[in-house]
């Protein structure tokens, strides 16, 4: 909490934050869809009338979870690539920041299992995410873009392996994705890294939601191994 905050300011800051506590753990009892502000009321001891005074909806306290979980893992990404940038190999290393930063996304879903659902599982039936919500989303992937990028500018990337060309129907998307994104490169760079990006996502919701069960036991390793092919798919040397 900031010094200069006024008594009221800091007992509204305490009453939203254990709101959104009680409603992470509703998450994992009851999942997005269950999610009640009268139950969190309850649970508050609240009149369910004065919790409108702070998230005026179920959708604005959904959003106001779904910005913090976005947060929570562009910081955890952050992070992860500060201290590769830091340790053996430096910002050059491009591969390690890389492959530090998906660990760090795995590592924060295990860690965080039904909020990492609330970003990437299935939609809240009814439920828009607004535009509030786009800013806090990227966080994560303008590292990623940011790692891609440094190699491109360094002359650093050699993909695995011919690639084809990607196809002209694509073209204005990546323009699209190179408006939101600090990268200046080709498309075909552009394209590999959205695959790549797609790929480390993937990989942890399969995890997550038990599609390797019975069949992937040693998990990290096949996660740190699946993560370096997509580095070498971008380009990136290990």
């Known amino acids: 909490m900031s010094a200069g905050q006024t008594a009221r300011e800091r007992v509204r800051a305490e009453l939203v934050r254990e709101i959104t506590e009680i409603a992470r753990r509703q998450l994992a009892t009851d999942g997005a869809a269950g999610l009640s502000l009268r139950a969190v009321a309850r649970e508050m001891g609240m009149v369910s009338s004065a919790i409108y005074r702070y998230f005026p909806s179920r959708d604005d306290l959904l959003t106001a979870l779904i910005i913090d979980g976005y947060n929570a893992v562009g910081e955890a990404v952050e992070r992860a690539d500060a201290r590769a940038r830091a340790g053996a190999g430096g910002a050059g ?74 196809p002209p129907a694509i073209a204005d998307d990546m323009a699209r994705a190179r408006a939101m994104l600090p990268m200046d490169v080709p498309d075909d760079v552009m394209a590999r890294a959205f695959t790549a990006w797609a790929a480390l996502y993937g990989t942890v919701s399969f995890e997550l939601f038990g599609q390797y069960n019975n069949v992937i036991e040693e998990r990290t390793a096949y996660f740190d191994y699946t993560m370096t092919l997509m580095a070498r798919l971008v380009g990136l040397r290990p």
């Not at 591969?95 to 990437?120: F, K, M, N, S, T």
């Not at 009814?126 to 303008?142: F, H, I, M, N, S």
């Open 93 to 166: 290393h491009h591969g390690g920041r890389w492959l530090a930063v998906c660990r760090a996304v795995r590592d924060w879903a295990l860690a965080h299992p039904h909020e990492y659902a609330l970003l990437y599982g299935s939609p809240v039936p009814g439920y828009k995410a607004p535009d509030d919500t786009v800013a806090a989303a990227l966080r994560d992937t303008l590292v990623m873009a940011r790692i891609v990028s440094e190699a491109h500018a360094a002359g650093a990337l050699d993909p695995a392996g011919p690639c084809p060309p990607p």
